[in-house]
Every structure is written in structure tokens, then in C-alpha cells.
């Protein structure tokens, strides 16, 4: 099992975190990734590789994958935007991730190399926080939007063979 560190512990400022790995049956705990802001990890499909969300700077916020021990971290966002939230698709072959890259957070979808990111929901609000549906035919998420004088937030559901056009 992957987690990680609190890295708000002082809002809106962010703090280093690390992500560490807990074997379930020793409750042996390792740190996988440190230095910086590291947060939203997540097991490949197979195993090997963990992917995760890397602060750089205080407003970029960019999509990494690396081995599963941690080794040889790799940004695949490469966007000044913010982009971070990142889940694998159960075959291993996309990313969905979150991006506020037109102004709003939506759903964007890439290959697992980073390339070819395309929106997938064309959200108003904030929608962030993908998952995979087992068959990876569709991606679930939560969109936010302030209303009256409160915040509205619905879980929501995207087609992943219906995406919007590439826009970036």
C-alpha cells in the first residue's frame, strides 16, 4: 500500500512530503520518494512503477512516474498549469489526471509516457480526484462549483471513448 505525508500542514503553503510503502502482511514501512512536495500516489496496474503528484515551485504542480522503489523519477506533464490527482487505467496503457490547463480543473487523459494529453470532461468548477471504472471504459471524478453561498460538488462521469478534442 502507498501513502503519504500531510503536505498542508500550514495552508495555503506547501510542505515537503514523502511517500512511503507499508507491507501489509510485516507492517515494514519504506520511504519511496522525499524531497520536495510529493503527493496522490499510485501502483501501476503490474506493480512496478508508482505514479504521483510533484510540486514545483509554488505554483506548478506536475505529474510524475517512477519506479516502484522509488528510483529514477520522471515528470510526464511537462505543464505550467497545474496538474496533478493522477490514477492509471486498469490496463496500464493511460493516465487521467487533473488540470486546470483551460482556466478550469478538468479531466484530461494521457498516455502512460506523457504523451498525446487530451481532454476528457469539459467541466465548469473544480473536477478533479479520477478514477477508473474496472473496465476502463469510464472515468469517475468529483466536480465542485460554489453555489449561493456554498460550494456544490457532485461526483461525475466521463465516456472514455467520447473525448473532447485536444486542446492544451
Same mark, same amino acid.
Given at each position: 500500500m502507498l501513502f503519504c505525508s500531510d503536505d498542508d500542514l500550514k495552508p495555503p503553503a506547501k510542505n515537503a512530503s514523502e511517500i512511503f510503502s507499508v507491507d501489509l502482511g510485516t507492517r515494514d514501512v519504506? *520511504?519511496?520518494?522525499?524531497?520536495?512536495?510529493?503527493?496522490y500516489p499510485s501502483w501501476s496496474p503490474d506493480g512496478k512503477k508508482i505514479l504521483f503528484r510533484r510540486m514545483l515551485g509554488e505554483m506548478n504542480s506536475e505529474v510524475f512516474v517512477a519506479n516502484g522503489d522509488g528510483s529514477d523519477a520522471q515528470n510526464l506533464s511537462h505543464h505550467p498549469a497545474f496538474d496533478g490527482w493522477p490514477a492509471w487505467s486498469p490496463d496500464g496503457t493511460m493516465i487521467a489526471f487533473a488540470s486546470n490547463r483551460n482556466a478550469n480543473y478538468q479531466i484530461w487523459l494521457?498516455? *502512460?509516457d506523457g504523451s498525446e494529453p487530451r481532454l476528457l470532461a469539459n467541466t465548469e468548477g473544480r473536477a478533479t480526484e479520477p478514477r477508473w471504472a474496472p473496465d476502463g471504459r469510464i472515468v469517475y471524478f468529483t466536480?465542485?462549483?460554489k453555489a449561493d453561498f456554498g460550494v456544490d460538488c457532485q461526483i461525475m462521469a466521463a465516456m472514455v471513448g467520447e473525448q473532447v478534442p485536444k486542446r492544451q
Open positions: 519504506a *520511504t519511496l520518494i522525499s524531497g520536495g512536495t510529493n503527493t494521457m498516455k *502512460t466536480n465542485c462549483k
